[in-house]
Each structure stands twice: as structure tokens, then as C-alpha cells.
């Protein structure tokens, strides 16, 4: 009859003569090891024990042997078809797992354990065996067992390797917490570097803009805009939270683009607008070399938001999906912006004149997927006449 029990803040009981480890080894002192080691001394609090073995005598022992040690937190079972679902249900940090079982061996359950552990997860398997041929060992070993302890059990023998492991688990444990404290000092620090980097990049965009933009508010517009499209094309929302703070950037390059050119109140030249389609290259090198997602994403945006679906645009010529999907977006938010306010060269369209126009452009300027979706948007004019805020990171 398979039996499973858990025990919980059991008062230890006493063991006879013989459980007490009478024939173990004496130390130096010539005292018996102690069943017992200090509280806390594995790191763990109160460490959780799962007993699998069919023999009802040896869960008794050890948990004895554990509850004289200070160990209360024990489930055991003596069906080795339950050992998965108790590992799972009390997520133990040591199984006592007996080798021979009939039905299903150790070795059987020991494969199906490992694979319920995460990677990298330090979680002791100490074998069960009164099998002392080397062979059973090996495979057991080799399977991901962390050690043997050898029946008849010896009380001395039993405590000392079970401190062992959960002393191990404990460190391990302790380092793993102090991974991830540090990592988030790192990644808090990264922010708060990328941040300052984006603040600098922002305030130099913005000296940039306001030469061709009185109220300074362009690239914060574009930001919300593409930001919203992206949204609404079913974007990640992670890369739509990149897109409301790298399109600021966009034409960051501008800030290399002399006056005379930026500000012509007419058409430009042919040589002129070849220095003006200079502003994406110059953006993409000053934003080149960024270690985080949003600084890649920005110098790709830099460098391809002028990029047209039918390959007609510049700098490089590209097509199509070749366009990084977070340039398209912006193209479609950076012409509707520009056209539905005015600039120094020319006055502001009507809006049904942009979006006349953004139609018309669909699958030779746009992403025609993005043109279709941005054109389903019932707040295009909030786009234009709203005030629009500082994008928050």
C-alpha cells in the first residue's frame, strides 16, 4: 500500500542505542559526530526534505535521524509513481531517493527529477542504496545524483552528508540572490547611464529642431505618433515602449545640416537636398555604438527613416521589409507631423490632404500594411492639434 506522509514541526523523537550511531566513528576528541548542527548553519531556514523509498522502515529512520537533527519540514513517500507530483507540490531542497524500487527504480524516477529541475538549479539527489557494486554508482552519478548514502544507515554517516548538500543548496541559493542584487544595480545603473546619454541626445535633438520648428515639440509628436501606429500594427508592447523613446532621435542628424540649407524658405537645390539627406547618416554615426536596445534602435531609426517601401529613398536605397520595421513606423508618424504643421519653408496641409496623401503613398513611400492601419485610427487629429508631452521612458 503506497503511503505518503508530511511532516511538519514534529517534536524529535528519541532513537534507541543503536539508532543513536553507538558503532560510528569518534572524532579527535573521541566524541561521536553530532546529529545535530547549529540552526540556520545550512543557510536555509527551514530546509524541505523529500523521502522516497519503498521500505516504510527506512522513511521512518530518516525521519528520525532529520527530526533529531532539526529537520521537520519532510514528505515521504513509498510509491516511486508519486515522487514527480510531491517534488513538485513542496519543491523540496534535498530527495533522499531509494536506488532499487519495484515497479520504477531510482534510476527511472532520478531522470524524470532532473528534468523537473531548472538549469543551472543546484537541487541535491542523494542516493539510496544497499547496492555497494560500483557500477549502480556510476549510473546514478552519471545521471545526476549527488552522492550515496549506504544501508544499513548510520546515523553520523546520515547527517553529516545530508549538511553537506544542504549546505551546498544554501550557497548556492545565497549566490543565485546575490546574482540578481547585483544585476539590478547593473541594470539600474545602465538605466540611469542610458538615460543621461538619451537626456544629452534629446536636448541636442532639440537644439536641432527648434531652428526649423518653433514650438520644439516635433520629435516629441512623432514620438507619440509612431508609438500609437505601433500599437495599434500589434507590436510587441516592449518595442513600442522603444519606438516612444528612440523616435525622438530621429533627426537628431539635422544638428550637422547648416542653416542656409535647414531654413531655406524655398525649394532646395539638387546639391542642397543632397547635403539635407546627410542629417540620417550623421544621426546614425552620433548614435552609433550604443550598447542597449534603445540606442540600436535609435541609430536604426536615424539612418532609415527616409527609406521608402519601393527603394526610391535614401540614404541606402533599401526596400520593402529590408526597412527595420521601427524606420517605417516612424516614417509613416514623421511625414504626417511634418505635413499638418507648418515650417519656416511652407505652410501646414489640411488633414484630409495628408491622409489623401499617405493613402496615395501606401506600398510606394509606406509600409502599405502601416498606411492601412495608421488610416483606421479615429484620432488622427488629436495627432495634429493636441499639445503633446514629454514621451515618459
Known amino acids: 500500500m503506497d503511503r505518503v506522509s508530511r511532516q511538519a ?13 553507538g558503532s560510528a566513528p569518534r572524532g579527535p576528541a573521541g566524541r561521536a559526530p553530532s546529529a545535530r548542527w547549529p540552526e540556520g548553519g545550512h543557510g536555509l531556514g527551514e530546509p524541505r526534505i523529500l523521502i522516497i523509498d519503498d521500505e516504510s522502515t527506512n522513511i521512518e529512520m530518516l525521519s528520525r535521524i532529520l527530526a533529531r537533527a ?3 519540514a519532510v514528505t515521504t513517500t513509498s510509491d516511486p509513481r508519486q515522487a514527480l507530483t510531491l517534488f513538485r507540490d513542496t519543491n523540496p531542497d534535498l530527495v533522499l531517493l531509494d536506488l532499487h524500487m519495484p515497479g520504477k527504480d531510482g534510476l527511472s524516477v532520478l531522470e524524470e527529477l532532473r528534468g523537473a529541475i531548472p538549469e543551472g538549479t543546484y537541487l541535491p539527489i542523494l542516493m539510496l542504496t544497499g547496492d555497494g557494486r560500483s557500477e549502480a554508482r556510476q549510473r546514478a552519478l552519471s545521471g545526476g545524483a549527488r552522492d550515496f548514502l549506504t544501508k544499513p544507515f548510520e546515523i553520523s554517516e546520515v ?17 543565485e540572490s546575490h546574482n540578481r542584487d547585483l544585476e539590478g544595480l547593473v541594470t539600474a545603473r545602465t538605466r540611469q547611464l542610458e538615460d543621461a546619454q538619451i537626456e544629452v541626445l534629446e536636448r541636442l535633438a532639440g537644439a536641432a529642431e527648434v531652428r526649423d520648428d518653433d514650438t520644439g515639440q516635433h520629435t516629441q509628436r512623432v514620438a507619440t505618433t509612431a508609438s500609437v501606429l505601433a500599437s495599434a500594427a500589434r507590436m510587441e508592447e516592449s518595442s513600442v515602449g522603444l519606438i516612444r523613446r528612440a523616435a525622438p532621435l530621429h ?19 539638387d546639391e542642397e537636398f543632397e547635403v539635407m539627406k546627410r542629417h540620417t547618416t550623421i544621426g546614425a554615426r552620433i548614435l552609433a555604438g550604443g550598447r542597449s536596445d534603445l540606442m540600436q534602435m535609435a541609430e536604426r531609426i536615424a539612418l532609415n527613416h527616409h527609406e521608402r517601401w519601393d527603394g526610391t529613398g535614401y540614404p541606402r536605397g533599401i526596400a520593402a521589409e529590408t526597412i527595420p520595421l521601427e524606420a517605417r513606423v516612424v516614417a509613416v508618424a514623421d511625414f504626417f507631423d511634418a505635413l499638418t504643421h507648418a515650417r519656416p519653408y511652407r505652410q501646414a496641409w489640411p488633414l484630409a490632404k495628408v491622409t489623401q496623401e499617405i493613402a496615395a503613398l501606401a506600398g510606394r513611400h509606406f509600409d502599405p500594411h502601416l498606411a492601412r492601419v495608421f488610416l483606421s485610427l479615429e484620432s488622427l487629429g488629436q495627432f495634429r492639434d493636441a499639445p503633446v508631452p514629454t514621451a515618459s521612458p
Do not use: C, Y
Not at 9 to 21: D, F, N
Not at 160 to 172: P, S
Open 251 to 269: 533627426d537628431v542628424g539635422k544638428i550637422g545640416i547648416p542653416d542656409a540649407i535647414l531654413l531655406k524658405p524655398g525649394r532646395l537645390t
Open 9 to 21: 514541526k514534529v517534536s524529535p523523537p528519541r532513537l534507541s542505542g543503536s539508532e543513536q550511531g
Open 70 to 72: 532539526g529537520i521537520r
Open 159 to 175: 547527517v553529516l552528508r545530508i549538511r553537506n548538500l544542504l549546505e551546498t543548496r544554501g550557497l548556492h541559493l545565497r549566490l
